[in-house]
């Protein structure tokens, strides 16, 4: 599998069909998930993300920069352990990463999560939101908004999502490869297609040349016949003044 070097999950995927999972996913355990790429960064639309990560968290540019390392980092963890990875994001929310892997490769990560397992410690996310430069008080009313679930639940959630993205990112390496076989052969076909028509041109040339070949052999023939009508003259010539004397 050399090829899997630069392969990206949107080569196996139909993203049509990837949201339309992921969202169904999401809704169906009441959590949200947002399927990202080797580098953290989204690739889908997040489904039924809070105001406290989208609005909030997300919108400030440290609160981005470090989602998006938290992101990276989960989808790591979850690669280095080929198990899916439950933990608590920068923010402070409940987190899970399952990996997207092809032959043990990481090539993405579906997250999902955005919940808590305790009520929240408000003073707590006050501070970090001034780090974040939010307001401190719209982050508090955000994240009173986050349900509150068991960790066996998430961790349940996470396995489950961890099962469905193996099978479906084998399945769609299998088509990747059956797609990029097919290519292959279609330009091997072209490829001795446009042999054959260089053979049949030279195929006419040679026969061209051939007919040229043989109307100079010819040619040649005919003079050699008059060359030799010219020496048998010359020789009868050469008797008949030997008989002169």
């Known amino acids: 599998m050399a090829d899997l070097e630069n392969i990206r999950v949107q080569d196996i995927f139909d993203m049509d069909f990837l949201q339309k999972f992921q969202d169904t996913?999401?809704?169906?355990?009441?959590?949200?998930?947002?399927?990202?790429?080797?580098?953290?960064?989204?690739?889908?639309?997040p489904t039924d993300w809070s105001d406290f990560c989208m609005k909030y968290t997300r919108d400030s540019r440290e609160g981005c920069r470090r989602c998006e390392e938290c992101d990276k980092r989960g989808g790591e963890t979850a690669a280095r352990?080929?198990?899916?990875?439950?933990?608590?994001?920068?923010?402070?929310?409940?987190?899970?990463?399952?990996?997207?892997?092809?032959?043990?490769?990481?090539?993405?990560?579906?997250?999902?999560?955005?919940?808590?397992?305790?009520?929240?410690n408000e003073e707590k996310f006050r501070n970090y939101a001034r780090e974040i430069n939010v307001d401190p008080e719209k982050y508090v009313e955000a994240v009173r908004k986050i349900q509150i679930v068991p960790k066996a639940r998430l961790e349940q959630a996470a396995d489950c999502l961890f099962l469905m993205a193996t099978t479906l990112s084998n399945i769609g390496y299998m088509e990747y490869r059956l797609k990029t076989l097919a290519s292959s052969i279609n330009d091997a076909v072209l490829h001795c297609s446009a042999a054959m028509e260089e053979l049949a041109a030279s195929a006419n040339d040679v026969n061209d040349n051939q007919k040229g070949l043989n109307v100079e052999i010819q040619n040649v023939s005919d003079i050699s016949g008059k060359i030799n009508e010219f020496t048998s003259l010359i020789r009868d010539i050469a008797k008949q003044t030997r008989l002169l004397g």
């Not at 080929?82 to 929310?93: D, K, M, N, Q, T």
């Not at 399952?98 to 990481?106: F, R």
Request: hydrophobic share 40%; net charge positive.
């Open 25 to 45: 996913f999401a809704r169906a355990v009441g959590m949200t998930a947002v399927t990202v790429d080797a580098d953290g960064k989204p690739i889908t639309r």
């Open 81 to 120: 352990t080929g198990r899916p990875s439950v933990y608590e994001c920068h923010a402070g929310l409940m987190d899970f990463g399952a990996p997207i892997l092809l032959n043990g490769k990481q090539i993405g990560s579906i997250l999902g999560g955005q919940i808590l397992t305790a009520p929240p």
